[in-house]
């Protein structure tokens, strides 16, 4: 009998709570703002954990006074535990975390799994607190967008709602993570919507207070770091700031094509090996650490000192050619953690370093080396991030000093077009690409408001297949009246083919082969879905093609249309044998 009672208790509860559920959704822009709340809250719980977990194991790591050996010991054998971790469990929480959640947003329908929400926050921490030098911030973008994925879904957000839940995930995570909530709101807009005018700036805004709020109540209101205040000793200064961006926009630029360039080595080894490849990234820290200790974790003390000149220029240029090189290995070998933490310590660094010589040898004339280094941190962020906003706000916020705004401005603004001029592609982008994902650029993204190669694409089905002869391809351009067609292998796209090469070909007598064998490497010529009308049309024409195949974002590789520039020309109401047709 009591059985009894307690399983009809138990669907009543069950019904209850199906039927909450279903009211919920009914009044889904209701229970939007209730749930960013919710989202802002359990995200700043996390980091706040996140932050005395890693905080409190790299303290039983490295007690004071441990001897030399721990240095070495402790970043492999720490590299080597969450390198086999995350191959066997959580493979989606390798990296920084950003653009792993850009790549959630655009391509996988905003959807983050509680594995690897678990996965990056665990292996990280592990990583963190074992002394490699990589940040936390970025693997806290990833879990707060996790979480905002995770709680969408439990309570069955439309798809759009929980795209736009991404960012406030985002926001919630920074806020708490740097103690910075206005430049959390910004990097959410700038960085992963690429949108400063984002309609989802009001649930962003909201996320980044509530976050900060239970920051303030956990650990106080702690800035992250103690700054002296600077002012703006005499105007030749400006131009020292001016060549601090520029000396920032070099080393930013060397920091990223370094790291993609070891990434992208590691990447080419079977796949099996990386369980083990974290070991080796361990290994060179500790190796390092052994005779240079402050190369152990991502370094926030010392950035401390530089601000508040206490570190003597000889050490902390060393620190900048030594840190880059062991992110720039830690990162590359697959280790999990950010790249926002050691992009401000390189940035303190250089600029303690510039900062102490001008001082040396004007006086009368420079602030003290402290000012350079606060500088110097904005500008290396924007040129290795690509948020120079983002950066001159975080700064701002961090030292809530304005007499350093204008220094600031103009280092970013040198870093970033320096920079940008010697590395094209943003990393966040770089990284993604290097996965075979293609993440939306800015003008893409600003292009979503027209018609989309979705909707003028024709079947995958009509693509050349790849096992016929040359002899039948031929035929089946002259059929469809096109110069170029894209080849595929059911829906695995395998090249462009063009009509001129096909009447070569069989000139040269090799009718019975195979095209597939003809074939050269697939160029990197294609469109997505979710492309604008107009970017095709510029593709098409910078191509000079007429068809361009359209490929899945999560795969390069994967066929899902052919376009046409009859399509696209059609779609606008134009023929191309006449005028433009209207109506009316």
């Not at 974790?297 to 062991?326: E, F, H, R």
């Not at 395998?494 to 070569?504: A, E, I, Y």
Request: positive net charge; proline residues 6%.
């Amino acid at each position: 009998m009591a059985a009894a009672e307690s399983w009809a208790s138990s669907r009543r509860l069950v019904s209850g709570v199906t039927e909450w559920l279903g009211s919920l959704r009914r009044r889904e822009d209701q229970i939007f703002l209730v749930l960013t709340l919710v989202v802002g809250a359990l995200v700043g719980l996390v980091t706040v954990s996140f932050i005395v977990l890693t905080e409190n194991l790299g303290a039983r790591m490295y007690p004071p006074g441990c001897p030399a050996w721990r240095r070495v010991v402790v970043p492999l054998f720490g590299s080597l535990l969450a390198g086999i971790l995350l191959y066997l469990f959580f493979p989606e929480a390798r990296g920084s975390g950003v653009p792993q959640t850009k790549a959630a947003l655009y391509v996988h329908g905003g959807v983050i799994s509680l594995r690897t929400v678990l996965g990056k926050f665990f292996c990280t921490s592990v990583t963190l607190a074992s002394g490699i030098p990589l940040g936390r911030e970025g693997p806290s973008v990833q879990v707060g967008a996790g979480i905002a994925s995770l709680l969408g879904r439990r309570v069955g957000l439309s798809k759009e709602h929980l795209k736009q839940l991404f960012p406030a995930g985002v926001s919630a995570a920074i806020a708490a993570a740097f103690n910075t909530p206005l430049a959390a709101v910004l990097f959410s807009l700038e960085e992963i919507m690429g949108n400063l005018h984002a309609p989802v700036l009001g649930s962003v805004v909201l996320s980044a207070t509530t976050s900060w709020l239970v920051l303030r109540l956990l650990l106080g209101n702690e800035p992250l770091f103690h700054v002296p205040e600077y002012t703006l000793v005499h105007p030749v200064e400006f131009a020292l700031y001016g060549l601090l961006g520029l000396i920032g926009g070099l080393v930013s630029a060397a920091f990223v094509r370094l790291l993609l360039w070891i990434r992208a080595r590691f990447l080419r080894f079977p796949v099996r090996t990386r369980a083990f490849q974290p070991g080796i990234g361990g290994l060179a820290v500790g190796l390092v650490a052994w005779f240079v200790p402050e190369v152990l974790g991502v370094g926030y003390t010392y950035v401390g000192g530089a601000l508040n000149n206490q570190m003597s220029p000889w050490v902390m240029g060393s620190l900048v050619v030594l840190k880059l090189l062991l992110v720039c290995i830690a990162y590359g070998t697959g280790n999990a953690g950010g790249i926002f933490g050691p992009s401000l310590f390189l940035g303190a660094m250089l600029g303690g370093t510039l900062g102490s010589v001008a001082h040396l040898l004007f006086p009368g004339y420079t602030a003290t080396p402290g000012a350079y280094a606060l500088v110097g941190m904005g500008a290396v962020f924007a040129g290795i991030v690509r948020a120079p906003m983002t950066s001159v706000l975080m700064i701002f916020e961090v030292t809530r000093d304005y007499a350093i705004i204008v220094p600031l401005m103009i280092s970013n603004l040198v870093a970033y077009i320096v920079s940008m001029r010697l590395q094209r592609v943003p990393i966040y982008e770089a990284l993604a690409k290097q996965d075979g994902i293609h993440l939306p650029t800015p003008e893409t993204r600003a292009d979503q408001e027209g018609m989309l190669a979705r909707d003028v694409m024709g079947a995958p089905g009509d693509a050349i297949p790849a096992d016929i002869t040359v002899p039948e391809a031929a035929a089946r351009c002259r059929e469809a009246s096109r110069e170029n067609w894209p080849v595929a292998r059911g829906n695995e796209l395998v090249g462009m083919v063009s009509l001129s090469q096909l009447t070569r070909w069989v000139s040269e007598g090799r009718q019975a082969a195979a095209l597939s064998d003809l074939l050269e490497p697939c160029p990197d010529l294609h469109v997505h879905p979710d492309h604008d009308l107009v970017v095709a049309l510029k593709k098409l024409g910078q191509s000079g093609l007429d068809t361009l195949p359209v490929v899945s974002r999560g795969n390069p590789r994967q066929l899902e249309g052919i376009i046409t520039l009859e399509a696209v020309l059609r779609a606008y109401g134009i023929d191309r044998t006449g005028p433009r047709t209207t109506s009316g």
